[in-house]
């Protein structure tokens, strides 16, 4: 793990960047994040192009990210689909895929959930037959698939004869339809993808994928954790801000009691939320046993925290903060979607009692 100094010299690399970057183009951003700044492999093998750091490095860049708000497919690519490929354990499907993902040439991205949204891999339904030795075909609907429309590569949570399995597809092949949803969240690009017979690779071994779904589901909490912990300190200081600098009725409005309320209630949802996903990461990387409970208590804790600030931040702000011109809508908006990503609160309380075995 690297020191203190290290990740806060991290931490102002991106932050600076992509605060010189809002706005932007953001093809070319993600050109820069993975070409330049080589974010994309900071977490992958170095056998597989990456730089070969942890999950507290993955943290800092994540919280950043969720700052700003950038729509790059980072969180598809360099957390759901790389976890997804390393946890299946195929050798072969990481020296083919990773190289790409570590480099930003190849975007990529998981497709588990279906209809209802959820995460368990008991509802999933899409199927996969092998129609000859090593060849396999899917059938079957995704949805709020993170970047389903734009990936190079999906990679597919389907149901074989002997259970779960995990299968690389090219989007482009026939058979394959993805098409955007218009999502709570306008920052994050979902879609709903559909398989039709269509042609794919068994990545890891057949009726795998419940082995490989725990492992990356705990990260990808863990991560997200993470995106909404900077989500969450943002907006936190936004407010501050704006109730340093706007005035009513010849004061600031910090200076009214029951703004300062807002504001110190939102401080100590930030700082949990912070030590919580901080802490989750440091455990992925030093004692993978505890991660599973660590990840869901992140998950939990990080959801509330951004939730109730961006909910906190619009009324701090008034009736600008109520407005389409003003970002505080896209903080909530950010914030309730990632609230739900992964089958929402009573998921990951679910998740949270069976790892601590209650």
């Keep these: 793990m690297s020191s203190q100094e290290d990740l806060d010299e991290l931490r102002a690399t991106v932050r600076d960047f992509l605060e010189a970057k809002a706005g932007g183009d953001e093809p070319g951003v993600w050109a820069q994040l993975t070409g330049e700044l080589r974010l994309a492999g900071l977490a992958i093998p170095e056998e597989y192009g990456g ?9 800092v860049v994540l919280e950043e990210l969720g700052r700003a708000l950038v729509s790059v497919p980072f969180f598809s690519s360099v957390v759901l689909a790389a976890h997804a490929l ?28 279906e209809a209802d949204g959820s995460w368990d891999p008991r509802r999933v339904a899409t199927a996969a037959a092998e129609t000859a030795p090593g060849r396999w075909s899917l059938s079957g609907v995704k949805c709020f698939v993170i970047d389903g429309a734009t990936a190079d590569l999906l990679l597919v949570v389907a149901r074989t004869r002997a259970g779960l399995s995990l299968f690389a597809v090219d989007p ?31 990545v890891g071994a057949d009726g795998a994928g419940e082995c490989v779904f725990g492992p990356v589901l705990d990260v990808a909490a863990v ?9 969450a300190r943002k907006v936190l200081e936004t407010s501050a801000e704006y109730a340093r600098t706007r005035h009513q009725f010849g004061r600031s409005i910090g200076s009214f ?48 925290a951004y939730l109730f600030a961006a909910m906190e931040n619009i009324q701090v702000h008034g009736g600008i903060g109520f ?3 003003h970002p505080a809508h896209l903080h909530f908006r950010r914030a309730k979607s990632a609230q739900l990503l992964f089958g929402g609160p009573a998921a990951y309380h679910e998740r949270l009692l069976a790892a601590l075995g209650v």
């Design 51 to 59: 730089d070969g750091f942890g999950s507290v490095e993955l943290g």
């Design 86 to 113: 390393l946890a299946a354990g195929d050798p072969l499907a990481c020296a083919r895929y990773l190289p790409g993902i570590a480099g930003g040439t190849t975007t990529a991205t998981l497709a588990v959930a």
């Design 172 to 202: 482009t092949a026939p058979g394959v339809c993805a098409e955007p949803l218009r999502a709570l969240d306008l920052t994050r690009a979902q879609a709903r993808v559909t398989f039709e017979a269509a042609p794919a690779t068994l």
């Design 223 to 231: 991560c997200l954790a993470a995106e909404q912990a900077g989500g």
């Design 257 to 304: 009691q029951a703004v300062k309320h807002k504001c110190a209630d939102m401080l100590v949802q930030v700082e949990l939320a912070e030590a919580s996903a901080r802490e989750a990461a440091r455990l992925h990387d030093e004692d993978p046993a505890s991660l599973p409970a660590a990840a869901a208590a992140a998950h939990a804790c990080c959801s509330r």
């Design 323 to 325: 407005t389409w011109e």
